[in-house]
């Protein structure tokens, strides 16, 4: 059926089995956000949209590839060259250490693919252009929290993500599923504290069910510093405050957990269930609902969420600059955002509904759903989720592969939390001053 063969071409085998389900690096959002409003529209300097530009992407992207003939299929006399950095060692410190090095050389992509690079210093260095006045769209039809996430120095914005994807909790059956003794009315919120406690409410079980990856004590500790990664690093000031009580703290609750933070073998028990949610039909894990989910959450009430694999930037050294920022907003369209190639949870909320419509009928026409699921109230449910995800999964490889490596030699007992904080901190401040 050609729905079916939409639906896996969109999602991939890794995730297929979820879709039995039909459910579906940090930076703050700010309250006085700038959004990209309808009114605007590509300014002077970009007002033709015609010739050539190149864009780099560490991935050979098929959404990338697709949209790029789509636009020069309906733009006569223009061409979109896409240029794929991707190693077969994977080699993400590579692509990052080759795109700086063209940009600040005055060389590189007309738009570049910032989602695996810290581009908050090629913005502070002028090598990226604000996206504000160039790019236009109605703020109405998009998860707007998802792309102001994004904005830095006062409101500019630099990249923006084309589609997201994020974690939910609820209460597994040992712990009596939703009706566990706890609130689980909105206000939910899971933390280290929360993790603590029910680990000694229920000391013969598990912590999580998460699915064939499981919730190892190195990806919770991760999961907890990014969720208060702006406490922790500064990037606009270049600071970083890891060397601290909290920070090590933290190490010192999940330590004692490691061994009840592997994988559930069998017959085993866990006290919560993890679902990483792919879009308003997707989950991971067979999930019907969203009813009774919560979030994990930073001190100050922060919901993390990832963002697209292919995150698109301005090259200042852009030639034509017009028709870089016009073929951004292409990708930004309803149209492309429909897209069965484009992974994840787009950013188009028209977009996302009409996927996880077509995820739903496919499936449905194999005989795999429910009787009575109602696909709308889902979609409705999903939307009440996504709109509260405030902060990004920091994905610079530079910074990530330090904290991993740090946390990866504290739980193998390689090194104590106070020298575990005291590395993460030098090489933080080393790599932020460069």
């Not at 292409?330 to 994840?344: D, K, N, T, V």
Request: glycine share 10%; net charge negative; charged share 20%.
């Amino acid at each position: 059926m050609k729905g079916s063969l939409s639906v896996k071409r969109k999602f991939g085998l890794f995730i297929l089995p979820a879709l039995l389900a039909f459910t579906g690096c940090s930076s703050k959002t700010s309250g006085a956000a700038n959004t990209i409003g309808a009114a605007n529209t590509i300014g002077a300097e970009t007002s033709v949209a015609t010739g050539e530009i190149s864009v780099a992407t560490y991935f050979d992207d098929e959404f990338l590839n697709m949209a790029a003939k789509k636009y020069e299929g309906s733009h006569p006399g223009t061409k979109i060259n896409i240029v794929s950095y991707q190693t077969e060692d994977g080699d993400t410190e590579k692509y990052s250490q080759t795109i700086n090095t063209a940009i600040m050389s005055g060389g590189g992509e007309d738009i570049i693919d910032v989602s695996r690079i810290l581009w908050a210093k090629l913005a502070e260095q002028g090598k990226l252009v604000d996206l504000n006045g160039l790019v236009s769209y109605d703020p109405s039809g998009y998860y707007q929290n998802i792309l102001d996430a994004y904005l830095y120095d006062g409101g500019k914005r630099y990249t923006v993500p084309l589609s997201f994807t994020f974690e939910t909790y609820s209460y597994d059956a040992v712990s009596g599923g939703a009706n566990a003794g706890e609130t689980v009315a909105g206000n939910e919120a899971l933390s280290i504290d929360k993790i603590v406690t029910l680990a000694g409410r229920f000391p013969d079980a598990k912590l999580f069910n998460g699915g064939g990856a499981g919730m190892p004590a190195e990806r919770l500790a991760s999961l907890l510093f990014y969720l208060d990664f702006n406490e922790y690093v500064d990037i606009e000031n270049k600071k970083a405050d890891i060397d601290n009580d909290k920070f090590i703290s933290m190490l010192q609750n999940i330590k004692p957990l490691a061994d009840r933070l592997q994988i559930l073998g069998p017959g085993e028990t866990s006290v919560i269930k993890q679902h990483t949610v792919y879009g308003a039909a997707m989950a991971s894990d067979g999930t019907l609902a969203y009813d009774g989910m919560f979030f994990m959450e930073g001190t100050g009430g922060q919901r993390m969420f990832s963002g697209s694999s292919f995150m698109p930037a301005l090259n200042a050294n852009s030639g034509n600059k017009g028709l870089a920022a016009d073929f951004i907003q292409f990708l930004l369209s309803e149209e492309i955002q429909s897209s069965p190639e484009l992974i994840f949870c787009p950013v188009n909320k028209n977009a996302a509904a009409e996927s996880s419509k077509l995820i739903y009928e496919s499936v449905k026409a194999e005989g795999y759903a429910p009787e009575g699921f109602d696909i709308e109230k889902n979609i409705v449910e999903f939307n009440k989720l996504a709109d509260t995800l405030n902060i990004y999964e920091y994905s610079d490889r530079f910074i990530s592969g330090f904290v991993d490596s740090e946390l990866e030699r504290y739980f193998n007992g390689e090194q104590d939390e106070k020298q575990t904080a005291e590395n993460l901190q030098s090489r933080l401040d080393m790599y932020l001053q460069e």
